[in-house]
């Protein structure tokens, strides 16, 4: 149960995202962008018992990328409209927040951990889009070479 609150959750906090970026006055690609983070939130949980954070991160944003890029083309925009508001449940707010915390704190260690940790997921995230987005631009490379013959 607890679950399915988080996922209703991710895609309401993705919904309200939207308004921030103006993405609300197409609710359609408000609504598939809330949907493609909920996802990424869904594979986040399915995938976190059983590797770390940042792999976690890194496969759920995967996801999200992908779904991001597949919609794109089908609604015939930039997949930043879905990226952007997709990968909101999965960037690391807390771990920003307590490695800012555990700085001021003068907690050392903890403030080490935090950062390594939080980089970490960022780097996820960013290689995560990188790959899909690059194994994209490959196939449509392919493609136009094969129409060019």
């Known amino acids: ?21 103006r993405i609300h006055r ?14 990424g939130w869904i594979v986040y949980i399915l995938v976190i018992p059983y590797l770390s954070n940042i792999m976690s991160s890194l496969c759920a944003m995967i996801i999200v990328a992908l779904f991001s890029e597949i919609m ?8 930043t409209i879905f990226i952007v508001v997709g990968c909101f449940p999965i960037v690391p707010g807390k771990g920003i927040y307590q490695t800012m915390l555990y700085l001021i704190s003068y907690d050392q260690k903890l403030f080490i951990d935090s950062l390594f940790q939080t980089v970490g997921t960022a780097l996820a995230l960013a290689t995560a889009i990188l790959i899909v987005s690059t194994f994209f631009k490959v196939i449509k490379t392919i493609k136009q070479k094969d129409d060019h013959l």
């Open 72 to 79: 794109a083309r089908i609604c015939k925009v930039p997949a």
């Open 1 to 21: 149960m607890e679950q399915i609150i988080q996922c209703l959750g991710a895609f309401l906090g993705c919904l309200g995202f939207s308004f921030v970026f």
């Open 26 to 39: 197409r609710l359609d690609y408000a609504l598939i962008a809330s949907f493609g983070g909920m996802l």
